[in-house]
Nanobody, 120 residues
Framework: VQLVESGGGLVQPGGSLRLSCTAS????????MGWFRQVPGKEREAVAA????????YYADSVKGRAIISQDNATNTVYLQLNTLKPEDTATYYC???????????????WGQGTQVTVS
């Protein structure tokens, strides 16, 4: 399974951004796609996840109400819309694929290379 993220960049506080993650390879056993983020020197934290076989979504408290995770099964792409961005949202955002829908990074087996989001 390969995951390629895109859409990161520099955004002003209060702005919005949409991240994309396209999956390829043997993805049929993956039941969940998620977004995580990490700041140097800190642990990776969950942002949002979605059950690929339905509509269930999961959000971290830090982004609840400001983030929307969605998917396009026809293109194997997952999106993360981030609104009302804050400087503390600055991080490298990683896409991940796993078999158990949750926000627990231990349930994710495949990871992308990450895309940088800077809010300043």
């Amino acid at each position: 399974v390969q995951l390629v993220e895109s859409g990161g960049g520099l955004v002003q506080p209060g702005g919005s951004l949409r991240l994309s993650c396209t999956a390829s390879g043997w993805i049929y056993s993956m039941n969940c796609m998620g977004w995580f983020r990490q700041v140097p020197g800190k642990e990776r934290e969950a942002v949002a996840a979605i059950y690929t076989g339905g509509e269930d979504t999961y959000y971290a408290d830090s982004v609840k109400g400001r983030a929307i995770i969605s998917q396009d099964n026809a293109t194997n792409t997952v999106y993360l819309q981030l609104n009302t961005l804050k400087p503390e949202d600055t991080a490298t955002y990683y896409c991940a694929a796993g078999t158990l829908p949750s926000l627990n990074s231990a349930h994710f087996d495949y990871w992308g290379q990450g895309t940088q989001v800077t809010v300043s």
